[in-house]
């Protein structure tokens, strides 16, 4: 997560009418039905190539430029988008949920679902897709900044020595409180839609 936009990483523009997008839909609705998010709560297996990251097979429209993180589920690469000349993030579902229906459905889910929550505090995305080896696929704004989890190391060093001065980039606690309530703001609005996000993390 980056301070800097205070923003939640989430998902492609699809309409209600799109499986695996039905029980957002019935939220709106009815209120009381529930999506969850979870993440990457499962732990992840071990990568095919302990040497380093294999960049996937990537549509013609994307360059791989480097790894930016994994887990359970998937992978998120740094691309360049050679159609409209920008860089994006790029989520793409790790082979060993290939073979499993339910990975796979949830990783759909989850780029449909976040695709329905329009807020400044989530991450657009902007096309849902599959690679040439089945994998699923979807790019997203890529928010470039430090991470929350960073700059909460860097306010906490910092009151040890200085107290409640800034720190040398400017932090301080009241500045971090008010990322922390934009964060809990953005989580209500997906609340409020029945969207539950159960695996937040700073970093």
């Known amino acids: 997560m980056k301070p800097e936009a205070g923003r939640a990483t989430c998902a492609p523009s699809v309409d209600d009418t ?3 997008v039905e029980s957002i839909t019935q939220a709106r609705r009815s209120g009381p039905t529930w ?16 040497q380093g990251p294999v960049f996937p097979p990537l549509p013609d429209r994307y360059e791989a430029e480097e790894l930016l993180g994994e887990g ?28 499993s229906k339910r990975g796979l459905q949830r990783f759909r ?6 695709a329905q929550l329009q807020h400044p505090g989530i991450v657009p995305v902007h096309e849902l897709g599959r690679l040439d080896d089945e994998r699923l696929y979807f ?23 200085a107290g ?11 500045r971090l409180i008010d990322v922390f309530r934009r964060v809990c ?17 700073p970093q």
Not at 40 to 47: K, T, V, W
Not at 72 to 99: C, I, T, Y
Not at 164 to 174: D, K, L, M, N, Q
């Open 18 to 20: 799109q499986p695996g």
């Open 139 to 161: 790019t997203m704004q890529e928010v470039r900044g430090r991470t929350l989890r960073e700059v909460i190391q860097e306010v906490h060093a910092n009151a040890q020595v």
């Open 35 to 50: 999506t969850s998010l979870d993440g990457d709560r499962e732990p992840a297996p071990p990568l095919a190539d302990p």
């Open 164 to 174: 409640s001065r800034p720190s040398a980039s400017g932090w301080t606690f009241r």
């Open 185 to 201: 703001e953005t989580v209500a609005y997906a609340h409020a839609r029945g969207v539950v996000h159960r695996d937040l993390k």
């Open 72 to 99: 359970g589920m998937g992978e998120v690469w740094r691309v360049q988008d050679r159609v409209l000349h920008r860089s994006v993030a790029l989520k793409v579902v790790r082979p060993p949920l290939l073979l």
């Open 109 to 114: 889910e989850e780029a449909q679902v976040a």
